[in-house]
């Protein structure tokens, strides 16, 4: 424990003897050198002093004429309960002593031992101090929790607090509910699962995810999920999650602030739509250019997407690979139309110019700032895991999977196609095709996944009415 200041104190005695106070002081002077003093010997003095004199402690008798020490911590906890008391007196037992201290006292200090009292004193200041430290703490830690409260309540965005121990249950719920969500605070005190049913069901296993053991190293997270309003409105959120923990490492609550994105999701989704709108019209445009691979592009993109879904890509690996089958051969724009719908076997130095599409529009988009590597995945469409592909002639690995994607659809969707120099194949024979070559030119698993898609009612036939 810090030693005291030795400075001035201010002392308030309720004694009746004055050679006590006397000692007393004498005492106390060997380690507070400078003390000034009041003494008293009635209640009415005593109150009189308390709050006049202003003392820095008290020091009572237990037993005087007029009234006792038991009286004079009662009237100190009721007109200044900051001051410290010790009890003076010249016999004390245990129960005696015990009452005191529970009545108040900080201490107590036998007039044999009156040695002890300077320390005594000394130890009732520091006590005095901590404890003005800490309410000070304390009614600064209720005005921070006004203040963030009136903040919390005037905010636009939902702020909130979810117990998970010792009972599940909001603590904290701003009032923005109503507006976000259309349930008041109440609502959700009184319901605790009123966030889950409110969350989209496609986009609820997100939320229950938070609480995951698997999930809990993380301690912030934001998610972006659909909320379903008391009025039947789907709004977009996003989420800044904060996870609590106790001193055991164990997820206890979460904190939180949810923002209405609804405006600004449908904005870029707009922006999205317009994006696909240019791509569409790009390949339409190869389409006119070659008039027999009609909905080429789009069925490749199409089937292409579903085997990156069911690989288990991420949501950016999806779109790169719907766009890239979108635009995979771009570079044919570059190609004479005669040579690409040529109804005859094409000789060497034509095929030579047909390789080059993938290069052609490997350049046309490398410099485009997309999100995703589409220029890339295009650059390497035509490759194969053994080689023999081209332009690079990569192998294995050194293929992203997008490309080894688009490989697979593109060479399923084009033998099922009529072209002008022959019919079309039947699925059969496209899927034999790849499955020959499954481990060798084409990706097993990806192989694996198309013909399950196929097998399992993909029709390029009824999706092409759909783009």
Not at 2 to 11: C, P
Not at 197 to 222: G, Y
Not at 227 to 232: A, E, L, M, Q
Not at 233 to 262: C, H, M, P, S, Y
Request: charged content about 30%; glycine content about 6%; some cysteine.
């Amino acid at each position: 424990m810090k030693m005291i200041k030795k400075g001035k104190i201010k002392i308030l005695f309720a004694e009746d003897l004055s050679t006590d106070v006397d000692l007393a002081k004498w005492e106390i002077a060997r380690v507070f050198p400078e003390i000034e003093v009041a003494v008293v010997d009635t209640e009415r003095d005593f109150i009189e002093k308390l709050r006049g004199f202003s003392p820095d402690l008290v020091i009572s008798d237990y037993l005087m004429p007029g009234f006792d020490g038991m009286r004079v911590i009662e009237l100190v906890l009721k007109n200044a309960p900051e001051l410290p008391v010790i009890i003076l007196t010249g016999s004390m037992n245990e129960d005696t002593a015990a009452e005191c201290m529970k009545a108040g006292a900080i201490d107590y200090v036998i007039k044999e031992h009156m040695a002890r009292l300077p320390y005594a004193v000394v130890e009732a200041l520091e006590k005095k101090e901590i404890k003005i430290a800490k309410e000070k703490a304390e009614k600064a830690l209720i005005e921070s929790e006004r203040k963030f409260r009136l903040l919390a309540e005037k905010a636009n965005d939902l702020i909130y607090r979810y117990e998970l121990y010792p009972e599940e249950g909001f603590s904290y719920v701003s009032p923005a509910s109503v507006r976000i969500t259309g349930y008041s605070p109440d609502n959700f005190y009184k319901d605790p699962d009123l966030i889950t049913r409110i969350v989209h069901p496609e986009d609820r296993e997100r939320l229950l995810n938070l609480t995951n053991s698997s999930a809990t190293s993380q301690q912030s997270e934001t998610l972006t999920m659909r909320w379903v309003r008391k009025d039947g409105k789907i709004v977009w959120i996003e989420q800044q999650n904060v996870r609590i923990f106790d001193d055991n490492g164990r997820l206890t609550a979460f904190e939180g602030i949810a923002r209405d994105v609804t405006e600004r999701h449908e904005a870029a989704e707009r922006i999205r739509e317009a994006f696909y709108s240019i791509i569409t019209v790009v390949s339409d445009i190869l389409t006119a250019r070659d008039p027999y691979i009609e909905y080429h592009h789009r069925n490749v993109s199409r089937l292409s997407s579903k085997i990156a879904e069911k690989i288990g890509l991420n949501g950016t690996s999806i779109e790169a690979v719907k766009v890239a089958g979108l635009l995979h051969d771009i570079g044919k724009i570059a190609i004479p139309a005669e040579i690409l719908s040529k109804p005859g076997k094409l000789n060497d130095k034509e095929f030579s110019l047909i390789q080059q599409h993938s290069t052609i529009g490997y350049n046309i988009l490398r410099n485009t700032r997309l999100p995703w590597p589409v220029a890339e995945i295009i650059h390497q469409h035509h490759e194969r895991l053994d080689g023999s592909g081209y332009p690079g002639k990569l192998k294995g690995n050194e293929i992203c999977v997008e490309a080894r994607i688009i490989a697979v659809a593109d060479v399923v969707e084009a033998m099922t196609s009529h072209r002008p120099y022959r019919p079309a194949y039947k699925m059969e024979t496209a899927l034999e095709e790849i499955r020959d070559k499954s481990g060798t030119a084409f990706d097993s698993r990806i192989v694996e996944v198309c013909i399950e898609l196929i097998e399992g009612g993909f029709d390029f036939k009824q999706d092409a009415s759909k783009n």
